[in-house]
């Protein structure tokens, strides 16, 4: 599986969530929905989760990493670790689905707020893929 594919998936997963939403074709999310993004998240955007999936070597093509991008509301302290316990709950310990053998929370760092105003924090995986015959 390819990085794009796989950063697709997540988004997709995380996307069960009532009131999450990934859209990556519009229209543009409402102030109510938090969107999720591939990559970084617009300035503009009120609140949301960029994924982005890095690391992993051209060895060990079974083992990746992502990271998540979160940012909670203007206001919010604890917005963003709020939004973060949701998607470990949704990611953490998934296992046999689109490919993926296994995720795992590694880390997370709270980032503090930004010149928005907005509380942020990253939280990185390592997700295990299914051998691609298992996949077939």
């Known amino acids: 599986m390819d990085d794009a594919t796989l950063t697709i998936r997540l988004c997709e997963r995380l996307a069960i969530v009532p ?3 990934w859209r990556p074709g519009g229209p543009a999310y409402t102030d109510d929905e ?10 503009e955007a009120p609140w949301g989760i960029g994924v982005r999936v890095y690391g992993g070597d051209d060895v060990d ?9 979160i940012r ?11 939004i973060a316990g ?3 709950t949704v ?21 503090g707020e930004d010149a928005t105003g907005r509380q942020g924090r990253t939280d990185n995986y390592r997700i295990r893929l299914d051998n691609p015959e298992a996949s077939i």
């Open 19 to 21: 009131g999450w939403s």
């Open 34 to 43: 938090l969107g999720i993004y591939y990559g970084a998240i617009p300035a």
């Open 61 to 69: 093509t079974v083992e990746r990493r992502a990271q998540l991008r």
């Open 72 to 82: 909670g509301l203007l206001d919010s302290r604890p917005g963003a670790d709020r």
């Open 86 to 88: 949701i998607a470990l």
């Open 91 to 111: 990611l953490h310990g998934l296992s046999r689905w689109g490919g993926i053998n296994d995720i795992r929370r590694t880390s997370f760092d709270p980032k």
